[in-house]
């Protein structure tokens, strides 16, 4: 730090600093430094750099004459690192003055100015950090988020086409705008995130309600209006019902971009209640069901295998809320993944929270969602793909998660003494939703005695199947129980 006055170097006196600290080698943070004339020497607060501190330069002799006073300081080559935020005070008192931590003295300063540094700095002063960190373990932690935060406009990021992608050949910068296909921003509105913010949900901008409307659509549906749903361009394909998404679009824009007016105006639509089962002319003429003629009928998403399990059982946690949780999965799938952890298992209300509470990780993905088409968490996708696999079939009839959802059930339907042919009912009806007809009924009694035969004749054990002190009735109601999850009719919508 260099002074002048009127041109003429002013020398310094007593230097003090509220901390010092060199980052790279040996060298001491000594407030003489700055006035020492030597490049290999400095002040710096390396570990602290987000803290308040000060540096103190008394001056050798008052200033008596006026004129302009200027400060000049060189950051060298030791100590390239500036200052993030600063400000020079200078004082008309006579008296020597010392850098202090904290919160100075009441003596030194306004009462304004304390109550300012109090709130600023009250954690440096020893006598109220403890108070502090007891005050704030006491306030409940708000959640915290990531978010984009617009740059000021005098200080844009200009944006540039690469020529031939070579990142140093920015030849044409592109300016905010939105396609020209589309017409112009307002031009009274400055072009930035939050001017197109306000375009997308317009009047003016014919995509944003049409793609949301397509995907609640497939939703019930299946199939979307537009098939492609992360594609509305020239290489799309075109909507099988184009009046149809324009009225919907209408329809939920002007509703107040209302989901759930959405969602009952298209399952009250007579549509969308037609019945779904299908001849063999329909099917060869119509196999995607895209002119509708029929209800929706499509094997359901992992998560709502999942949730609607776990409602059949009667242990479906309606808590909203909270962190992620931790469903039964395979140890292994965890063990694999990349910085592998612990998947240690909820207990109580937590092992059964609905699917959207599952705790996922990208390198391993929940395994049983997987098995269902879920993603991995890799890269974003508009639409899932379903397939049909045996792998699904055997995860529901053997992983742990559905065998003790099974289990569940078995005990829920059988706390009470009645008919066996009543508790067979009330399972078949909590799995599918309808009651069983005769030929089923027999079915499944005759299913329920052979799985008791095997477990009163030792092939099966009871207590590997329900837990210690279980009895045959209650490990084949279990058995029944997970074969009627394994059902195609179990896991189809439709």
């Known amino acids: 730090v260099d002074i002048f006055l009127n041109g003429e170097a002013v020398s310094t006196g007593e230097a003090s600093v509220s901390f010092g600290k060199i980052s790279i080698g040996n060298g001491k943070a000594l407030p003489e430094n700055v006035s020492d004339d030597d490049g290999s020497t400095g002040w710096s607060t390396a570990t602290e750099e987000t803290k308040r501190h000060e540096l103190v330069l008394n001056l050798a002799e008052p200033i008596e004459a006026k004129g302009e006073l200027k400060i000049e300081m060189l950051f060298e080559r030791h100590f390239v690192a500036a200052l993030g935020k600063f400000r020079w005070s200078a004082t008309g008192d006579s008296k020597q003055s010392t850098a202090s931590p904290g919160i100075p003295h009441p003596d030194q300063v306004s009462d304004r100015e304390m109550r300012l540094a109090f709130v600023r700095d009250g954690e440096a002063n020893p006598q109220s950090a403890k108070r502090f960190a007891a005050i704030r373990a006491r306030l409940p932690q708000p959640p915290t988020t990531l978010v984009f935060q617009e740059r000021p406009p005098r200080n844009p990021r200009p944006t540039f086409l690469h020529h031939r992608g070579e990142y140093l050949q920015t030849r044409e910068e592109v300016p905010p705008a939105i396609p020209a296909v589309f017409g112009t921003l307002p031009p009274d509105q400055p072009a930035n995130r939050l001017t197109f913010a306000r375009w997308l949900v317009s009047e003016d901008n014919p995509l944003a309600a049409r793609v949301a409307v397509n995907r609640a659509w497939r939703s019930f549906f299946g199939r979307g209006i537009i098939h492609t749903e992360g594609d509305f361009g020239y290489q799309s394909e075109l909507p099988s019902h184009p009046e149809l998404l324009d009225w919907l679009a209408v329809e939920f824009r002007e509703s107040g971009w209302s989901l759930k007016q959405l969602h009952r105006l298209i399952v009250t639509s007579e549509t969308y209640r037609r019945d779904s089962r299908i001849d063999s002319?329909?099917?060869?003429?119509?196999?995607?069901?895209?002119?509708?003629?029929?209800?929706?009928?499509?094997?359901?998403?992992?998560?709502?295998?999942?949730?609607?399990?776990?409602?059949?059982?009667?242990?479906?946690?309606?808590?909203?809320?909270?962190?992620?949780?931790?469903?039964?999965?395979?140890?292994?799938?965890?063990?694999?993944?990349?910085?592998?952890?612990?998947?240690?298992?909820?207990?109580?209300?937590?092992?059964?929270?609905?699917?959207?509470?599952?705790?996922?990780?990208?390198?391993?993905?929940?395994?049983?969602?997987?098995?269902?088409?879920?993603?991995?968490?890799?890269?974003?996708?508009?639409?899932?793909?379903?397939?049909?696999?045996?792998?699904?079939?055997?995860?529901?009839?053997?992983?742990?998660?559905?065998?003790?959802?099974?289990?569940?059930?078995?005990?829920?339907?059988?706390?009470?003494?009645?008919?066996?042919?009543?508790?067979?009912?009330?399972?078949?009806?909590?799995?599918?939703?309808?009651?069983?007809?005769?030929?089923?009924?027999?079915?499944?009694?005759a299913f329920l005695e052979v799985q008791r035969a095997r477990l009163e004749a030792g092939e099966l054990k009871a207590d590997e199947i329900v837990g210690h002190d279980a009895d045959a009735t209650l490990a084949s109601y279990a058995l029944l129980s997970r074969a009627l999850i394994n059902l195609n009719e179990a896991i189809t919508k439709g």
């Open 281 to 445: 002319t329909s099917l060869e003429a119509d196999p995607d069901n895209i002119w509708l003629a029929r209800g929706p009928r499509f094997r359901i998403t992992g998560e709502m295998i999942r949730d609607s399990v776990l409602q059949a059982a009667g242990v479906l946690s309606d808590r909203i809320g909270g962190e992620s949780v931790f469903p039964p999965q395979p140890a292994s799938v965890a063990e694999l993944a990349y910085g592998s952890g612990a998947w240690t298992i909820s207990e109580g209300e937590d092992r059964y929270r609905r699917s959207l509470y599952t705790f996922s990780k990208r390198t391993a993905p929940f395994a049983a969602y997987l098995t269902f088409d879920g993603p991995t968490g890799e890269s974003c996708l508009p639409r899932r793909e379903r397939s049909n696999t045996p792998l699904q079939a055997l995860t529901l009839l053997n992983d742990a998660m559905y065998h003790d959802l099974a289990v569940e059930l078995a005990k829920s339907v059988s706390k009470v003494p009645r008919p066996q042919a009543e508790i067979v009912a009330e399972i078949f009806q909590r799995i599918l939703t309808r009651p069983p007809s005769e030929n089923e009924s027999a079915q499944l009694l």
